[in-house]
């Protein structure tokens, strides 16, 4: 058997004109570095254009299927993801795919509208030959016309092909970019495997980049990229605008580390900005000077141009639902720019009686779990106030009775006071709208809702998203796209350095 599996990998290695590479280091469990694709899925990985099939939120174990066909619309998204990313989406979500494919339509990239039948079927080679030759063709590249003339005289089977397959097969041929089966034929019907796509879309932004073929490694810039500044304190104070969405891009992808659910409803450069501030969020608190707006004046924010689309509303209600580290985050920005900022609570809320003693009784004891915490949080809210409709009590004003508003608010700031990242949801119930909180304990998610902490809920107010959606009678809410976003942020660049005060 192993020596089956290791013949058909060569065959696959030779259908795409390559040898096996031995150098880069896999991300996946289930491809080792010494897999014949291995630089084109650690290239597709690390670009943020294929993130495998699992990921063991719990483990870290992400695993890639290297041998399962790819669909046709996921081809669609690979080339979205890799080529027209900071393209704003133009049509409504429908499914995980039509958006992007919409894109790649609207840059007439053959193929790109397809039904959904089409989407679910696996690529062949003359589907990617095609959509890669009209790719080339909008964004510029000139192929030289003598090597695709040479190219389908080395081609066995180019006259079986129809005339429309011909050319494309001929310039993903002269470019090295998809080659033969053996035998020197195409095989234009033969389905792409994921190991496969990935070592052709490598091949493919090696020649958008310079590269003479795609097997050839791009020029070498002849100046240095220039160091960003994003992530660091100034020496003075900064005026970010419009026109630092030049000089101060996210600097760090995490976006391309995110799971295709998340990476389909949030805005990759506005996830990007957004989780810079999160892991930036000490140095933002604790150093430079914080105006009457939340902005530290000499922390270097990621900016980003502000497209207004869905995915970008995602990432701003996001960043609006979270409080941690002391503070709670939003986004800034205008019509043109947005960067994300943290604002730490007043005085007023962190010296209120029971916060204080709170945090206090917290901070004597290290070695709490991140539940005894939530337990002592959720019980100071209900020791400070009684449940009455427009109460409007909060820390702050020291008022005596509120709703699930207040309930909800006064969670929200004491979690983040003992380092709990946390967000607030609103929904509507079997008894009308609602506020409650969401906050990651030991590694998991749970809802928090003290209003129910307050009426004598047995496990305190705390339990998972389906056991607050039974009690509530409601669906949908914890699991909108902007929590999604909201959590994927937070376990993505949430600080675990976090000391209380």
């Known amino acids: 058997m192993k020596k089956r599996a290791l013949a058909l990998g060569l065959v696959f290695a030779l259908m795409l004109g390559i040898l096996p590479a031995f150098a880069a ?22 670009d943020g254009v294929m993130t495998g099939t699992y990921v063991n939120s719990s483990t870290g174990e992400r695993r890639f299927s290297p041998a399962s066909h790819l669909t046709l619309a996921e081809w669609a998204v690979m080339l979205y993801r890799a080529f027209y990313a900071d393209e704003p989406f133009t049509v409504p979500q429908e499914n995980w795919w039509n958006r992007e494919a919409a894109v790649l339509s609207a ?161 990759r450069d506005s996830f990007n900005a957004a989780c810079q501030t999160i892991h930036d969020s000490k140095m933002i608190l ?30 701003n209600g996001a960043m609006g639902a979270l409080c941690g580290y002391g503070g709670n985050y939003s986004s800034y920005g205008s019509t043109a720019f947005v960067y994300y900022v943290i604002t730490p609570f007043s005085a007023a809320t962190t010296s209120a009686p029971r916060f204080a003693s709170t945090i206090a009784q917290i901070k004597a004891n290290p070695g709490m779990s991140d539940m005894e915490k939530a337990r002592l949080c959720v019980k100071a809210v209900c020791d400070q106030i009684d449940y009455a409709l427009n109460g409007g009590a909060s820390w702050d004003n020291g008022k005596p009775t509120g709703d699930c508003q207040s309930y909800g608010t006064m969670l929200n700031q004491i979690l983040s006071g003992v380092g709990i990242p946390n967000l607030y949801v609103i929904g509507d119930t079997k008894n009308g709208n609602h506020q409650w909180v969401q906050a990651k304990l030991d590694g998991q998610w749970y809802v928090l809702d003290a209003t129910m902490a307050e009426t004598g809920f047995s496990n305190g107010g705390i339990m998972s998203f389906a056991d607050h959606e039974s009690n509530w009678k409601y669906s949908g809410y914890n699991d909108s796209d902007m929590y999604k976003v909201a959590r994927a942020l937070i376990d993505s660049a949430y600080p675990t350095d976090y000391e209380i005060p």
């Open 107 to 267: 840059h007439h990239i053959s193929g790109a509208n397809m039904s959904q039948e089409q989407a679910r079927t696996p690529v062949n080679r003359f589907q990617m030959a095609m959509m890669i030759c009209s790719l080339l063709e909008d964004k510029g590249v000139i192929v030289d016309a003598a090597k695709v003339e040479a190219a389908k005289k080395e081609i066995a089977d180019l006259d079986e092909m129809y005339p429309m397959h011909q050319e494309p097969v001929a310039t993903c041929w002269a470019l090295g970019i998809i080659k033969g089966v053996g035998g020197n034929r195409f095989n234009g019907s033969g389905t792409m495997e994921r190991a496969q796509a990935a070592t052709v879309y490598l091949r493919v932004k090696n020649v958008l980049n310079g590269a003479s073929t795609g097997d050839d490694k791009p020029p070498v810039p002849t100046t240095p990229p220039s160091v960003s500044p994003v992530g660091t304190m100034s020496s003075t104070p900064l005026n970010l605008r419009a026109e630092a969405i030049a000089t101060h891009a996210p600097i760090v992808d995490y976006w391309g580390q995110q799971s295709m659910e998340i990476r389909n409803i949030s805005d």
């Open 25 to 46: 280091t896999s991300p996946f469990s289930d491809v080792p570095s010494s897999h014949w694709g291995i630089d084109g899925i650690v290239a597709a990985y690390n």
């Open 286 to 315: 604790t150093q430079g000077e914080i105006d009457r707006l939340g902005k530290n004046l000499y922390y270097n924010y990621a900016v980003v141009a502000n497209v207004s689309n869905e995915t970008q509303k995602n990432v």
